[in-house]
Each structure stands twice: as structure tokens, then as C-alpha cells.
């Protein structure tokens, strides 16, 4: 292992389960450690010759609560605030009410009702000398301008405690004249802001001082504040608090509001992460010092940049982080021994979490090391799935479920509804804009404002990727061939009878457009905004809501994957293993992350149903028989769907425990797949939703999953069903070897995460996220070290490993040998080139070859497929010669040099000539083990 690749450690919202609710971009996380326990890691992680990769969140923050300092700062001083300009924020949005605020869709109920139940405190803080407003954990600042109609409110009962001309008395008359002349909120010049921020400050201490010194203008602010907050049931008695409110920088609202109104940017749909500027300078400044400390102290040597399409800009994100820490570190941007493929690269490790389409390609103008490794995952998972079977697959699926599903045609229908049900005040926004452009010239006015945002949903609706990359003056190839397919696909579909509104669009989006000059900002604006639009609305609609509808084979339901793609070409493979090598050799190569939908090993073993879909399909009507009585009928539809039942199936195959299973493991296992079917149905939005839910359909859901996984004794499913899982899970695992190999041996930087050292049958987060048992992990490491050393030849002990593959030794043992042949020869492998190896033969369909070299040294990857299609020998295993007979590697011209060593094995596997050709038999390369990495010193 070279590094440890950390998610984000910096100081997140209290209880936070995975980091990404960012609070204070310069600080530590205290609930994971502090100062001396972040040194012990560094030093640590030093002491075994390691470095860390860090995910960074430069997109978004958490705000609510009441521990976001820029965001309680922007509450409290709206425009004002040092930091309104830190968050993507609409301060003149088209609803006259909302000018100058911040909509806050947090209220569990409408409004008024909230507020009618007593459930808005107001609270004032005699230490600090302030109000605030408290819904439960979410603190709102009251504006320091408004104190007055608090301090002010019956003060006639304070003067009956002391004479007009006492000292006190006219010091509190002060304070409340001297906020009445702050600045206003609503003025931004800079000299003002500064005055309002620096007299706040002073008038809250005064206030705080008076309270103190004089407990009968403390006594009189806590019983003014307690008369501001109402009486339940005694709706006028709140009157006094909403005037208040409505005073402030912000709206209160209920939360379903959001999705029409909110006018903030958001990551996605979540009310509670807010997004940044990062194109502002100083956002950037202020959020990467911390983190380029690090970087200058040479703590951290990589970094993951987390959701780089929400940024504005992220080519020149990526550009402005290159050259802080090109300028902090002291060395030069282009730097020939690192990136001699493209000198235009950076110099510091740096990787995107970029969704890539099949049919899209990562821009070389972008000054990174490459992607977090999704596609590659996709890559190599179709590796395993047998496309032959695709048409018959289909129609099982569209039979079982009663329908058949166009997935075109479902996401683009998904998308309409994320539109108008969660993403509706973002293209409201976008059809303002794009409204005032078009209504300041004469060829465009005409267009209404309803038809260009019907031609908004259209063109979003139907684009083919989550986000193009237009900046001023640059326009790709790629780029407009993505905005035009759009538009011609939109123009197919809208029902408008002019449809040259949508010529329009494109004309602005590809900056075509002859509109006058000084509409430039504004139309670059537009295209900056619609381009940080596209991207939530496809991760929504396809990965949170299209893969748990398209059921079919749900292997290939999961992030940077496409369903429509059953299976993946040898060819494809290896030509895309070859453009790696060339252009991203650095990206990471993946195969299980935490926005996973199903770890690496449970897609392995679905796979396994593409080879045999005759057989699926006979266990599926069997199952559907014996569990028909579990089924609840609600207003004549059956619960759960035969859709959600379909997916209940492939869960239970996927992620069943190879180890066997007690009662009690029964018990815990049945409480993952309701909490997964639960998830699952409230992702596809179909019979219910986290919005909008069905009890009666969910309690159906869980009824069925209880039912079904009740017991293992006299349980007519699982006496069918687990033998049938056996076996499955057997092939699986050999898939799971496979792929393995694949991973640590194609180009790029193969990752590993948590705890898929071993065999891992994990769904969706929360379930991908629980601890790893590290102790085990060590333990079983020792195991292997010292089995490997004993005096029996090591091709015994693997074969003995891979006959007791289900204790995941086996899995551990390949990992093991292969990063440490790795570390061996890096340079093989970081620079090494890629050549597929041709596969003559019965079986030639079944074999993954492939070269890596580098001057004298030369390594073959040789990998197994279709095991179920393949057979095995009579231990059940892919050995053999009666297996592999008749099938060859074809081997490029070797200098005479005849002889490689499986680093797996150590066996001597000789190269056979004949007829002026140079190969290797199959079946001498899996005598003892399923997967061959073959080593030579000698150049090709």
C-alpha cells in the first residue's frame, strides 16, 4: 500500500456519518481527533513509508444547525455579511418577498402553524448581548437593526425602575437609538459594512455589560422576550414575533417549499448543504488555507476534489488550484519525469469525482492526474457479464414484471419529474435569466416566458451527459455535439408548434448567438448556471431514481454504470485500457467506492445470472409461487410490485453469507434487506417516496421481507433457494478473482476500499459503511506470510486457497501478492505499456490477456470469465488440462527468451513455438489457481 485515501477530516456537522456536511474549512474534525492525534497519523503513516490522499469538498458547506459561522453571519447581516458573497446565493429573486433574503425551507409544518405552535423560540443570550431565533437544533441570528423593536417594545415598564435621568436608563434608550442607525442590511458599500460589522459588535457588548450590571434591564429583556414568544392556542399573541421575523435576511419556511422557491444553490436537493463560490477569490482563498498548509508541509500528498461539476467553473478550479500549490511547494507546473505523456499535467496528485458517460471523455485540457476511477469500475464489471444473453434476459425481466421498460424513456421522464418536484426553483431561476436576455432583442422577444422554460425542461431532459464545460470564448467539439443532440432530441418531443425557441437555447449555450455585445455577462452567466443545473438533475434521476426502477440486472445498476450497456467487449476492454495508458495513466482504477450501490462482490456474483438466464428464470417463478401468500393486495395492486419483488430476489442472491447461516444471523440479515427494500422503494418514487410516503405500501414491503426470510427451518423458499445460491456464489467469487487481478494490473492507480481486502457483500450507504474488523484482517495477513514460507511448494497452498475461497483468504492472498509485486517493480506499472494478448482456442472467449513493459521487464495478466459457461474440473474449480485443452495465449516475439514465472504460484510456465508463433498453453497457466500473473526480465 503506497497511501491512505482519507474522506474529508475537516470540521463537520456534529455527528456527521461521513464528512461531507463541511462547517469550517480550517479546522480538524474534533470528533475524529485533534492537533497531537492528526500528528500521530502523519507520523505513522510515515513510519511505513505511506502517504494520504485527502478528499476535499470545495462545492459546498453545511448550513441550519448552529455551527456554520459564515452562514449564521450571512442570517444576520443578509447582503451585508462578509460572507454573502461566499455562497451561491439570489438576492433579487423574482418574488418581491424574497428580495434581500434568504429562503430557509427547515419548518416541519406550514409557517404559521409553526410559528402558532410555539415551536419558533425567540432567546436572547445575556453573555454575548444577542437575540436569535431557535427552531430545536437550528439557530437563526436576529438583524442587529431590529433589536430595536425588542428593546424598544413597552419600554415605558423599564422606566418605572428608574428615573428618566438616571445613567442606566440612558444608556439603554442609547443602545436602542445606536442600532436603530446601524447601516443597513441592505447596504453593501464596502465602508458601510464595515461600519455595520464593527458597531454590531460594540453595541451587542454594551447591551451585554448593561445586563449585567443592571439585572432590572436583564430581568426586562428575558420577560420581553418571553412576551415576543406567544401563548400556544392564543394565535395574536404571536403577532408580535412574526413582525419581527419578517424584518430579518430571512424567510422561514416550510420544507417542501424548497423545491419551488428555495434561492439558494444546494448540493442536489439537500436543503442542508449549501453551495459555495468557488469562483470568488476569496472563497477560494479562505476555504483551500488549511488545506494547502497541509499540501506545504508535505502532510498531504494527493487530492480527491469531491463533485467538481457543481463548481462554476471547474476547469479554471482545477487551474487555480495547480498554481497555489505549484507556488506553495516551489516547483515548477510541467514536470517531464512525472507526466511525460502530457507536460501540461500537474505536478501534485490530483484526482476528480467525475461521472463519465460510455461515450464521453475527459477533457486533456484539464490539469489532472484523472478520474476517481468510476468508469473503470463499469469497465470492468461488463468484463463479466455475457451480452449473448442480453434479448433473452429482457424478456424473463419484462415477463415477471407484466411490462417492459424503454430506459431511455424512463430517465427522460424521470428527469420532468426531478424538474418539477425538486429541482423546479433552480429552472425557474434559469428561466428569469434566460427571459431577460431574450426580451432585450427584437428577434427574441416574442418568446414568453412559460415557453422558454417548457424549452428548458425539454433540452435538460434529454441531455446525454451531466454537464458540458463552456467558458468565455471556448467551446468544445465534445461540448457542442452534447448541447445539439439535446436540442434535436427536444425538438422530437416538445409539443410546442414553434420550435425555434429551441434554436434559441442552443444558440446561447454554444455562444453562437449574434445578440448585442453588452449581454455577454449575462449570457455567459446563464450558460455557467444551466451548466451547474444539468448535473443534479441526471445524478438524481438516473442514479437515485432510474437504477431502482430498471430492475433487470441490477449488477449494472450503479454510479458512472449504464444499464443499456450489457456487457463489455474484450476489445472494448483493451481499448480502453490503452487510451488510460496513454492519456490518464495516473487516474484511479476502482471497484468499489462509498457511493456504491452494491460492493465489487456482490456485482461479481450477479453477474453470474447473464450466463445462465434459463435457469434464473425457472428459480423466479418457483420463488414468486411459494411466496404468493406473502403478498398483500392494496386497492387491487399487489404489495410489494412484481418489480420491488424482482429486486427483493436479486438482493437476498447478491448479498447472502458464504459462511452459512444461524437463526440469529438470519434475524440481523433480514434487517439489512428491509432497511435496503425500504431505501430502495423510496428512491424509485414509484409506490412511495421520502416526500410523499405509503405507509400501507412500506409495511407491505417489510411484511413480505419478514415473511419471506422468517425462518430456515420448514422454509419452502430457502430449502430452494440456497442451493441455488451456492452456486452461484461459487462462480461469483471466481469473478471476484478476476476482476481483482484486472484492477492491480491495468493501467492507472488501483483503489481499495475499506475492508474489500477480503470477501464483502455490501449494499447502498448506511450499509457500506460499517466498521472494519482491521485486527482480522492482520490476523488472517500473518496466516498467509507464514503459509507462503513453509517448505510445501507455494502452487499447493493456492490451490488449497482457492478450493476454500469462501473464507476470503484467497481474496486477501491476491491482493497481497500483487501490490507487493507492484512495489517491486513500479515502474512497470506506472509506465509500463499495454498490449492485449490474442486467445486462440475452444475457450478463447473466456480469457482476458494482456502485456505490461517496460524496458527489460514484462508482465502478463491472464484472466478468467463466463465461469459458469466454462465449466470446471471435478473439484468444481476452472484447472485443469481437460478444462483449458485446445485453448492458447499468443505470445509477441520474445528474443529466444522461452520461460516466465507466475508471481502467483511460482511456477515456471515455458513458451511453446510453433509454425514461426510464439504461446502459451491455457492449461499450463491454471494448474493451481484461477488467475495467472506471468513475469519475465527479458524484453519482448
Not at 431511455?408 to 431561476?429: G, H, N
Not at 446561447?508 to 452567466?525: A, G, M
Not at 437504477?547 to 472494448?572: A, C
Amino acid at each position: 500500500m503506497s497511501h491512505c485515501y482519507a474522506s474529508p477530516y475537516l470540521k463537520a456537522r456534529s455527528g456527521s456519518p461521513h464528512g461531507y456536511d463541511i462547517v469550517d474549512h480550517n479546522a480538524l474534525n474534533p470528533e475524529i481527533g485533534d492537533e497531537e492525534t492528526f500528528s500521530s497519523w502523519i507520523s505513522a503513516l510515515r513510519h511505513h513509508g505511506m502517504g494520504q490522499i485527502l478528499d476535499i469538498v470545495p462545492n459546498h458547506m453545511g448550513v441550519g444547525g448552529n455551527d456554520n459561522v459564515w452562514w449564521l453571519d450571512v442570517l444576520e447581516h443578509g447582503p451585508a455579511s462578509e460572507y454573502a458573497g461566499y455562497f451561491d446565493i439570489d438576492w433579487r429573486p423574482i418574488k418581491e418577498e424574497l428580495r434581500g433574503k434568504v429562503l430557509l425551507p427547515l419548518l416541519g409544518d406550514h409557517y404559521g402553524k409553526v410559528l402558532e405552535k410555539g415551536e419558533l423560540a425567540l432567546a436572547f443570550d445575556l453573555e454575548r448581548g444577542e437575540f436569535s431565533l431557535y427552531f430545536y437544533h437550528h439557530r437563526f441570528p436576529i438583524d442587529p437593526n431590529t433589536y430595536p423593536d425588542i428593546l424598544g417594545y413597552q419600554v415605558e415598564r423599564l422606566a418605572d425602575h428608574f428615573s428618566e435621568e438616571e445613567v442606566s436608563f440612558l444608556e439603554y434608550q442609547s443602545l436602542i437609538t445606536a442600532f436603530q442607525h446601524l447601516p443597513s442590511r441592505h447596504d453593501t458599500n464596502a465602508e458601510k459594512r464595515v461600519e455595520r460589522l464593527r458597531d454590531c459588535a460594540i453595541y451587542k457588548r454594551r447591551l451585554a455589560e448593561s445586563c449585567r450590571k443592571y439585572p432590572a434591564i436583564g430581568a426586562f429583556v428575558l420577560d420581553t422576550v418571553a412576551a415576543f414568544n406567544g401563548v400556544a392556542e392564543q394565535p395574536e399573541s404571536f403577532d408580535r414575533l412574526h413582525h419581527l421575523l419578517e424584518r430579518q435576511a430571512y424567510r422561514l419556511a416550510y420544507w417542501r417549499v424548497a423545491a419551488d422557491e428555495i434561492n439558494y444553490r444546494r448540493f442536489f436537493d439537500i436543503n442542508d448543504l449549501a453551495g459555495l463560490r468557488m469562483e470568488n477569490q476569496a472563497v477560494f482563498e479562505t476555504t483551500h488555507r488549511f488545506i494547502l498548509e497541509l499540501v506545504k508541509k508535505g502532510e498531504v500528498d494527493g487530492l480527491r476534489i469531491d463533485h467538481p461539476d457543481g463548481l462554476y467553473d471547474p476547469l479554471r478550479y482545477y487551474q487555480h488550484l495547480n498554481q497555489k500549490i505549484t507556488e506553495i511547494k516551489g516547483e515548477d507546473e510541467d514536470k517531464e519525469n512525472n507526466f511525460p505523456h502530457k507536460t501540461s499535467k500537474p505536478n501534485y496528485y490530483l484526482v476528480i469525482e467525475k461521472i463519465l458517460a460510455s461515450y464521453e471523455y475527459l477533457p486533456e485540457n484539464w490539469p489532472v492526474c484523472g478520474t476517481s476511477g468510476y468508469e473503470f469500475s463499469s469497465l470492468n464489471n461488463g468484463l463479466f457479464i455475457y451480452p449473448s444473453s442480453q434479448k433473452e434476459f429482457e424478456q424473463l425481466y419484462s415477463r415477471f414484471i407484466g411490462h417492459s421498460w424503454d430506459f431511455d424513456q424512463l430517465l427522460y421522464e424521470r428527469k420532468k419529474i426531478i424538474i418539477r418536484v425538486q429541482l423546479s426553483s433552480e429552472l425557474t431561476v434559469l428561466a428569469n435569466r434566460l427571459n431577460s436576455i431574450a426580451q432585450k432583442d427584437r428577434h427574441t422577444r416574442d418568446f414568453t416566458l412559460n415557453g422558454l422554460r417548457e424549452a428548458l425542461t425539454e433540452v435538460v431532459a434529454c441531455f446525454p451527459v451531466y454537464r458540458t464545460y463552456v467558458a468565455r470564448n471556448q467551446v468544445s467539439e465534445e461540448d457542442k455535439r452534447f448541447v445539439q443532440w439535446a436540442v434535436a432530441q427536444a425538438k422530437k418531443r416538445s409539443p410546442a408548434a414553434d420550435i425555434s425557441i429551441l434554436d434559441f437555447i442552443q444558440a446561447i449555450l454554444l455562444l453562437e448567438t449574434s445578440l448585442r455585445s453588452e449581454l455577454s455577462e449575462e449570457i455567459i452567466s446563464f450558460v455557467m448556471r444551466f451548466q451547474q443545473y444539468t448535473g443534479p438533475v441526471m445524478a438524481k434521476a438516473l442514479e437515485d431514481t432510474a437504477l431502482y426502477i430498471y430492475n433487470y440486472l441490477v449488477s449494472l445498476n450503479d454510479v458512472g454504470s449504464d444499464p443499456r450497456n450489457f456487457g463489455v467487449s474484450l476489445s472494448s476492454f483493451h481499448r480502453a485500457n490503452q487510451e488510460r495508458a496513454q492519456r490518464w495513466p495516473y487516474g484511479m482504477v476502482t471497484s468499489s467506492t462509498h457511493d456504491s450501490k452494491r460492493s465489487e462482490d456482490v456485482r461479481a456474483r450477479l453477474n453470474v445470472l447473464s450466463e445462465i438466464p434459463g435457469e434464473w428464470r425457472k428459480r423466479l417463478s418457483r420463488w414468486t409461487r411459494i411466496n404468493r401468500s406473502k403478498v398483500r393486495r392494496l386497492n387491487g395492486f399487489r404489495a410489494p410490485s412484481r418489480n420491488d419483488e424482482y429486486l427483493f430476489y436479486q438482493t437476498v442472491l447478491g448479498t447472502w453469507p458464504l459462511l452459512g447461516m444461524s437463526e440469529e444471523g438470519l434475524v440481523d440479515f433480514q434487517g439489512r434487506i428491509e432497511a435496503y427494500m425500504l431505501k430502495a422503494i423510496k428512491e424509485a418514487k414509484v409506490h412511495t417516496s421520502w416526500i410523499n410516503p405509503d405507509v400501507e405500501y412500506e409495511t407491505a414491503v417489510v411484511h413480505f421481507v419478514r415473511n419471506v426470510l422468517g425462518n430456515l427451518e420448514k422454509n419452502p423458499f430457502l430449502l430452494d433457494f440456497i442451493p441455488f445460491q451456492k452456486r452461484v456464489a461459487g462462480f461469483g467469487l471466481l469473478n471476484g478473482l478476476s476482476q481483482l487481478l484486472l484492477k492491480l494490473t491495468v493501467p492507472g492507480v488501483p483503489d481499495i476500499y475499506q475492508g474489500n481486502e477480503l470477501w464483502e457483500f455490501q449494499l447502498v450507504d448506511p450499509d457500506n459503511r460499517h466498521p472494519v474488523d482491521f485486527v482480522l484482517r492482520q490476523r488472517m495477513l500473518q496466516h498467509l506470510m507464514l503459509l507462503t514460507h513453509s517448505k510445501q511448494p507455494l502452487k499447493s497452498h493456492t490451490y488449497e486457497l482457492l478450493r476454500t475461497k469462501e473464507d476470503s483468504l484467497v481474496k486477501l492472498y491476491l491482493t497481497w501478492k500483487t501490490l507487493s509485486f507492484r512495489a517491486k517493480f513500479p515502474l512497470l506499472f506506472e509506465k509500463g505499456d499495454y498490449t492485449s494478448l490474442s486467445v486462440q482456442g475452444t475457450k478463447a472467449e473466456h480469457l482476458c490477456a494482456f502485456a505490461r513493459r517496460h524496458q527489460d521487464k514484462i508482465v502478463l495478466s491472464i484472466t478468467p470469465r463466463w465461469f459458469a459457461l466454462l465449466g470446471s474440473n471435478g473439484d468444481g474449480l476452472p484447472l485443469g488440462e481437460s478444462l483449458w485443452k485446445g485453448t492458447w495465449v499468443e505470445i509477441p516475439e520474445v528474443n529466444g527468451h522461452k520461460k516466465f514465472t507466475n508471481v502467483l504460484t511460482d511456477e515456471i510456465v515455458t513458451i511453446v513455438q510453433d509454425k514461426g508463433k510464439n504461446y502459451i498453453p491455457a492449461n499450463k497457466l491454471f494448474e493451481s489457481f484461477s488467475v495467472a500473473l506471468l513475469f519475465s526480465l527479458r524484453s519482448f
